[in-house]
């Protein structure tokens, strides 16, 4: 398969524990995004990383939350002292310089 | 800043055609994308307009006035299947995307 993965797909975790998701783009992909989508809403914008270097962050992304793409290559977001209102759908997305831009599965947050 | 407007819901009945609107204000603008989003899925790309002008593809076409800051995608021939949410996004500096809250379109029979 050679579409954005993500890992996990859920998770369930109780208020105050450290969360970790994982993102693995398209593999000719420089530019990674992580979004967060709660329901009836549309995605919001959390961070993008162009290689390794992270270029943009949200206000959304409270000192709480902190995304890393050590090599370029899969990122991964963490999310400390989960709150109940961190629970949403943690979507990834990777583009291409042409603008091709596409999105993982998902993960599913919820928080106890 | 970023603005996205688009309509919260819509119904339709099978077999009939929709269109939804959706008008954005972006600094920096350089394409528009819609995307197709079922319940507790990721949204699936549909088109994307960088001109002017009408991009048809199947029974979706998507249409863009970049000096009216509007877009709509049209669906033809609606289908059960169709019944989901749409998204539109504009896209910006470092091709990042700023999405409107989504349509939810309902298709009955």
């Known amino acids: 398969d050679t579409g954005v993965s993500q890992d996990p797909r859920h998770k369930i975790t109780k208020r105050g524990q450290n969360v970790t998701f994982r993102c693995d783009p398209i593999?000719?992909?420089?530019?990674l995004y992580w979004y967060r989508q709660t329901l009836g809403q549309g995605p919001e914008f959390l961070t993008y990383f162009q290689n390794e270097a992270q270029l943009e962050k949200s206000r959304l992304l409270s000192d709480r939350f902190s995304a890393e793409r050590p090599k370029g290559s899969f990122s991964t977001l963490e999310i400390q002292r989960t709150e109940q209102g961190d629970s949403a759908m943690y979507l990834c997305?990777?583009?291409?310089?042409?603008?091709?831009?596409?999105f993982g599965p998902g993960t599913r947050l919820t928080v106890l | 800043g970023q603005n996205i407007d688009q309509p919260t819901e819509m119904t339709a009945t099978e077999g009939a055609i929709v269109q939804i609107n959706c008008t954005y204000q972006t600094s920096g603008f350089n394409g528009l994308f819609w995307y197709q989003q079922h319940a507790g899925e990721a949204p699936t790309f549909l088109s994307y307009n960088v001109l002017d002008g009408l991009e048809e593809k199947g029974r979706f076409s998507s249409f863009l006035s970049r000096s009216k800051g509007y877009s709509y995608l049209l669906l033809k021939e609606l289908q059960m299947k169709d019944s989901a949410s749409y998204l539109c996004a504009a896209q910006a500096a470092g091709n990042k995307l700023t999405f409107g809250g989504g349509t939810r379109v309902l298709v009955k029979p």
């Open positions: 593999s000719e992909h420089n530019r």
């Open positions: 997305a990777s583009s291409s310089p042409s603008g091709g831009w596409f």
